[in-house]
């Protein structure tokens, strides 16, 4: 598993694929054979830059969703349940729903959508995930 120099108390994974967290807590936590994921952006782990349009937003999340689940030994696969946050949900529902049938129409995990006012950064999206721990599909 790849972590920061020092990784969280408690089960708690910090990807070092993923952007930093943005407050005191971290990318997932571990209870049981389950993974809990904070909320995820699209910002790049780097250069910080957050993509433009709610399709190239939508590609970076599932990629830093991706990046943290494996780092903690998950995959996209073990995925269970989403929670997505969409600040404009009239107008990106349908192209954010596009392309998270790229990635996860074959999985099928549960999925909640909800419009809210802002996120913390000026992104249009934030992923909230649970998973399975395990690689093995």
């Given at each position: 598993?790849r972590?920061?120099?020092?990784?969280?108390?408690?089960?708690?994974?910090?990807?070092?694929?993923?952007?930093?967290?943005?407050?005191?807590?971290?990318?997932?936590?571990?209870?049981?054979?389950?993974l809990?994921?904070?909320?995820?952006?699209?910002?790049?782990?780097?250069?910080?830059?957050?993509?433009?349009?709610?399709?190239?937003?939508t590609?970076?999340?599932?990629?830093?969703?991706?990046?943290?689940?494996?780092?903690?030994g998950?995959?996209?696969?073990?995925?269970?349940d989403?929670?997505?946050?969409?600040t404009?949900?009239?107008?990106?529902?349908?192209?954010f729903?596009?392309?998270?049938?790229?990635?996860?129409?074959?999985?099928?995990?549960?999925?909640?959508?909800v419009?809210?006012?802002?996120?913390?950064?000026?992104?249009?999206?934030?992923?909230?995930?649970?998973?399975?721990?395990?690689s093995?599909?």
């Open positions: 598993m972590v920061d120099s020092t990784p969280p108390k408690n089960g708690g994974v910090v990807s070092s694929r993923a952007p930093r967290p943005l407050g005191p807590y971290p990318h997932a936590r571990r209870v049981g054979s389950l809990f994921l904070s909320g995820i952006g699209p910002r790049h782990r780097v250069t910080e830059e957050i993509p433009s349009g709610i399709e190239a937003q590609r970076a999340c599932i990629e830093n969703v991706r990046a943290i689940l494996e780092d903690a998950s995959a996209l696969e073990k995925v269970v989403v929670t997505v946050f969409l404009d949900i009239e107008r990106d529902f349908a192209a729903n596009r392309v998270y049938g790229e990635f996860f129409g074959e999985i099928r995990p549960t999925r909640t959508t419009g809210v006012v802002a996120l913390p950064v000026p992104i249009s999206i934030e992923l909230k995930v649970i998973a399975e721990l395990g093995g599909l």
